[in-house]
Structures are given as structure tokens and as C-alpha cells.
């Protein structure tokens, strides 16, 4: 994705999560037949790739998918965890900012954005200690594999605006959105539009997540996601530059 288009996305889900309304056109007669919303489903979960992007686009253009939002929203999230090469990411990136800016913060990018923070988060020690020393260095070879993976979609979300800080995020659990057609007010609390801009103190998105893994990593082993974050902002030109003492203080630990 070049850099006008990340541009242009970047205001336009910045004007989302400032709480503008009707940025993303529909349909004026949405198809809220089950087949097609599942098959979206199904298809967003495993099939995100450069060539399927338009397609998903006119889907999430034409479907209802407010009655499978919850849905939509962890299948978003498996979807994002496989994505491997700059296109199958850029598409992603399209895909998922085309559902922020039709169904927002407080129906969509919250959630979705715990499910990633939790995805990035720090390993369960008790499980680890319970295996043993083949099995967990086997582990942690898998889940750096799979957070390198994740962090680099994750760069790129933030460097479009569609994620922010761990402060916009919201359990799953506590949404009401499934078969509704608004999330339910304590949703709404916790994602509220604008709520980071009023905390200018607030860390990056990948940052965030980044220091919860170095501030429990006594070995050192999240050190490669440090390299690959500080590279993918080098190549994406960053919107908000991370300063010098911050940076010093997450490669502290």
C-alpha cells in the first residue's frame, strides 16, 4: 500500500473515531440473506488476499451484517493473524478499515481491538511452567512466530488510524451488538469516539503492547517483535513519531 493511500485512509477512520457518521457508502437496500452474511464470514476468517479485497469491499458495501456483527468481529481477528505477505496485509488493512468506518468504534474497532491486545499479550506463565523444556521452548517459538505475524498487520492499522491505544479497547463479552443494531451503552462508555484525544499521554497501540511483553520478559525473548515494530515504523513513516526517551523506554523494559 503506498503512502497516499495510507494518507487517505488515515483521515478518514481518524474522522471515524472523531465520531463522523456515514463515511462509508451502503447500499440502499442491504442483502441479509444467511448464506451470503455466513459465507462473508467464513471467507474473511481464511481467505483475505490482494485479489479477494474488491470483493470483500463490495460485500461490506451490500451486506447487512449488523445481526452477525460478533461474528464478524472474531472472524476479523483470525482472519488478521494469518496474513503473511505486504498484500495479503494491505488488504486486510482495507478490508478491516472499511468495517470501521461502516460500523465505528463502539460496534466494531473496540472489540476487535481487545482480541489483538489479547493476541499480543504476555504468555501464561503457569501454563508454560507446567510443560516441559522441549515443549516450552516449543511454545514460545509458535507464539513469537505468530505475534511477529500479528504485530506487522498491527503496525499497519495503527499507522492508518484504525487502532489508537489499549484505552479505545472493549471486552467482546461486554458487547450486546449480536442481532441488535447498536452496541449497548456500557460498550458505547468504553469506546467512546475521541476518548483518547483527551489523554495525550496515551502510548501507540503496538507500542502499548510492546512494553507489556518486554516488562515480563526476563530472558529477553520478545526482543525480535522490538526489531520488527521499530522497522515496520521506520518503513511506514509514522503519524504520531514515537521520541526518543519513549523508545529508551520500552527497549528498557
Not at 471515524?16 to 444467511?34: H, M, N, P, R
Not at 447498536?182 to 496515551?202: E, I, L, V, W
Request: proline content about 4%; hydrophobic content about 35%.
Amino acid at each position: 500500500m503506498d503512502r497516499k493511500r495510507k494518507r487517505e485512509l488515515r483521515d478518514i477512520n481518524s474522522r471515524v473515531w472523531a465520531g463522523e457518521t456515514d463515511l462509508f457508502d451502503v447500499s440502499k437496500s442491504l442483502d441479509s440473506s444467511l448464506k451470503k452474511n455466513t459465507a462473508f464470514i467464513k471467507r474473511i476468517r481464511t481467505a483475505i488476499t490482494s485479489a479477494s479485497s474488491a470483493t470483500f469491499l463490495q460485500e461490506i458495501r451490500s451486506l447487512s451484517l449488523h445481526k452477525y456483527l460478533s461474528e464478524v468481529i472474531s472472524a476479523s481477528y483470525e482472519g488478521l493473524c494469518r496474513l503473511k505477505t505486504p498484500g495479503e496485509i494491505a488488504a486486510g488493512v482495507e478490508i478491516v478499515s472499511a468495517l470501521h468506518q461502516r460500523f465505528g468504534p463502539t460496534e466494531f474497532t473496540s472489540y476487535l481491538g481487545w482480541l489483538i491486545g489479547r493476541g499480543l499479550s504476555t504468555p501464561d506463565k503457569g501454563q508454560l511452567k507446567s510443560l516441559g523444556q522441549e515443549a516450552k521452548e516449543k511454545e514460545e517459538k509458535e507464539r513469537l512466530t505468530r505475534q511477529r505475524v500479528l504485530l506487522k498487520t498491527v503496525t499497519e492499522l495503527w499507522l492508518v488510524g484504525v487502532l489508537r491505544s489499549l484505552e479505545d479497547v472493549a471486552r467482546p463479552e461486554d458487547a450486546t451488538v449480536k442481532g441488535k443494531e447498536n452496541a449497548g451503552p456500557s460498550a458505547a462508555a468504553k469506546a467512546k469516539p475521541g476518548k483518547s484525544d483527551k489523554n495525550t499521554d496515551a502510548e501507540p497501540f503496538p507500542l502499548e503492547v510492546l512494553k507489556d511483553l518486554l516488562g515480563h520478559d526476563k530472558e529477553h525473548a520478545n526482543l525480535p517483535l522490538v526489531v520488527l515494530f521499530r522497522e515496520k515504523l521506520r518503513l511506514g513513516c509514522a503519524r504520531n513519531q514515537i521520541n526518543k526517551r519513549r523508545w529508551a523506554e520500552i527497549c528498557q523494559g
